[in-house]
């Protein structure tokens, strides 16, 4: 009994330093990862000694990497795998091999083994997943073309990892041949690959029509929990990573159906674990070795960015990017990963590497995080500066080599008020677009911003096809001069026959002139404000929100039918 009442003030001392730090890391616009590593370094041994055995808590944290490779292994769908192939599997690759191999290299050079000197190389060559997609999303920069490359090359690092976890328990044998652990890592990875595409496609697919079927939520959820935990649990049992059995399992159900269910399911638990996880390498740090050791630290930290971000620029020149563009993706990539405390705990516990030497490099890759925001601004002027000045922007023959890696986006035309709103719910929910406007100022002031938008007329066809209106999944029209939006209709009609053609409307009656010439669906000005006013209206007369946005889809879905009656007075 007094076992269990130990564990449990453990777990509420984790949940209460949660509940105070990450609201206010969150208040400072700071990273919640920075929070959880602050609140583990402060209930830790270190600081206020809070936590007298946190090793149930450890085995409950390790679970957090397993659902965060599960999730990890949900992203990665052979559909979004294909639109962005080059720069996944070309320039991700590079990045992790050669960055891996320059402080692999490093490290032997100072001193330590070979299987150590993998170890360092593994876990420095990583960005952090968790911290550039939440800076991205932050600032609606998922779908421009500097988050788009970052996204795939972290999709390529994120793949490594497994593939480092599969080898580090093999490093750790007796007498090992490094050759033999590589190619044997590398067998199991092509094994368990052919494995995982025979189930997802005979087992779990027929397994999880059944489960819904039974129309419980409950059972849904747990059917999850017991296909993550015992693949994990299996792959463990072969001698494998139980991370990479989720991860492998979150591969086998990224091609169903059912993958966003599954994803939403599992979204809290991930969340909470991976804190706890966070929480428990905060409480690892040795504060005063690090202290003692600041100039070493220091050193590793601007060693860390400058060779991460020369790398990544050397490679975003060879595979054409700008020096500006390559030199930005360097600095958001330029900071250590949360999976090099994956690899450097595994390390620790498989005698791979020296306590002292993972201290050193937990404290690099911690500082880098924290300094990421800061390395991300100043990457954004140094592209503005770099690229901008001797050149303007209105070139618009560069767009076809700017957006060759886009598949299934939206061609905006004109971006202003409008087209900027469109273009904000679209990075809301990760789809990319390609703007296009003929106000040069407003073009450079939203480049400048990191938006994708190119100088040039939208009613032009070469521009249209270099913007990939053949592969887009539809174009928004939102230009405000009449006679220029329906010439892009019927430009497009006569050209990209099948492609949805949304369209901002002046008034009904041009709505019904852009109907005629092709339009798929027509937003009038008048009428959208008018639902608004009425929408604002009626609540504040004191209909409830949920019946309100009812009222609102319901007009919205008959396109604007029943107004277009009130407005004509056919409805008396």
Known sequence: MHENADILRDMLIFLAAAVVFIPLFKWMRASTVLGYLAAGLLIGPQVLGLISNSENIHMLASLGVVFLLFTLGLELS??????????????????????????????????????????????????????????????????????????????????????????????????????????????????????????????????????????????????????????????????????????????????????????????PFKGMLMGLFFMTVGMSVDLSFLVSEWAQLLQLLLVLVVVKVSVITILGKIYNLSYGMAFRIGLILAQGGEFAFVLLGQALTLNLIEQDISQLLLGAVVLSMAITPLLAMLGLWAQNYIDNRNKPIDVPHTIRDEISDIEKHVIIAGFGRVGQSVAKILGAVNIPYIALDLDLNRVNHCRNRGMTVFYGDASRLELLRDAGAKRARAIVITVDQPEIANRIIRELKRNFHGLPLIVRARDRQHAASLEVDGAHAVVPDTAEASLQLGSILIRTLGVSPDETSKILTDFRRNSYAALDDVILGRSR
């Open 78 to 267: 052979f559909e979004r795998l294909r639109a962005i192939r080059s720069y996944v599997f070309g320039l991700g690759t590079l990045q992790v091999t050669i960055t891996g191999a320059l402080f692999g290299l490093m490290a032997f050079w100072g001193g330590v083994s070979a299987t150590t000197s993998i170890v360092v190389g593994g876990a420095l060559a990583f960005s952090s997943t968790a911290f550039v997609m939440q800076l991205l999303q932050e600032r609606n920069e998922q779908t421009t073309r500097a988050g788009r490359i970052s996204f795939s090359i972290l999709l390529l690092q994120d793949m490594a990892v497994v593939f480092l976890l599969a080898l580090l328990p093999l490093l750790a044998k007796e007498e090992v041949e490094l050759d033999a652990a590589v190619w044997q890592a590398i067998g199991s990875g092509v094994f368990v690959l052919v494995m995982i595409i025979v189930a997802g496609r005979f087992v779990l697919r027929p397994l999880y029509r059944l489960v819904a079927s039974v129309h419980s939520p409950e059972i849904f959820v747990a059917t999850t929990l017991l296909i993550v935990l015992g693949v994990g649990w299996a792959m463990e049992a072969v001698g494998l990573s139980m991370a990479l059995g989720a991860f492998l399992c979150g591969l086998m159900l990224a091609e169903t159906e059912y993958r966003h269910q599954i994803d939403a399911d599992i979204y």
